[in-house]
């Protein structure tokens, strides 16, 4: 069982910077986390992720300027860097584990899930 706990968000303005932390309990070998968000009027969306043993991040073609996943390793906690923030920016943050160490880009492929952290974006 792995429980995951995002923290970081909140109110902030056009241009600032955030770093959102996701604390992770439980089993970590061989799984990859994820990070995603969502905003009221779209689907969860798919940022980037990490593989847990060699902090090795991925991103595909979802890569968004100014974000960048990091984790560590003996704190269990992985990091969404989120730098130059725009309103449409705004949006729950989600971060997810999947059990196996490949590449998941899709919310069906992760197992376990944490509540959200907010981030509001004020122009």
């Known amino acids: 069982q792995v429980q995951l706990v995002e923290s970081g968000g909140g109110l902030v303005q056009t241009g600032d910077s955030l770093r959102l932390s996701c604390t992770i309990s439980?089993?970590?070998?061989?799984?990859?986390l994820g990070w995603f968000r969502q905003s009221p009027e779209s689907e969860r969306e798919f940022l980037g992720a990490?593989?847990?043993?060699?902090?090795?991040?991925y991103y595909g073609y979802f890569k968004k300027d100014g974000f960048t996943i990091s984790r560590d390793l003996d704190k269990k906690i992985m990091y969404l860097q989120i730098d130059s923030l725009k309103a449409d920016d705004s949006a729950v943050y989600y971060c997810?584990?999947?059990?196996?160490?490949?590449?998941?880009?899709?919310?069906?492929?992760?197992?376990?899930w944490g509540p959200g952290t907010q981030v509001t974006v004020s122009s």
């Open positions: 997810a584990a999947a059990r196996g160490s490949g590449v998941y880009y899709h919310t069906d492929e992760y197992d376990y």
């Open positions: 439980g089993r970590t070998r061989g799984s990859s």
């Open positions: 990490i593989r847990w043993e060699t902090g090795v991040p």
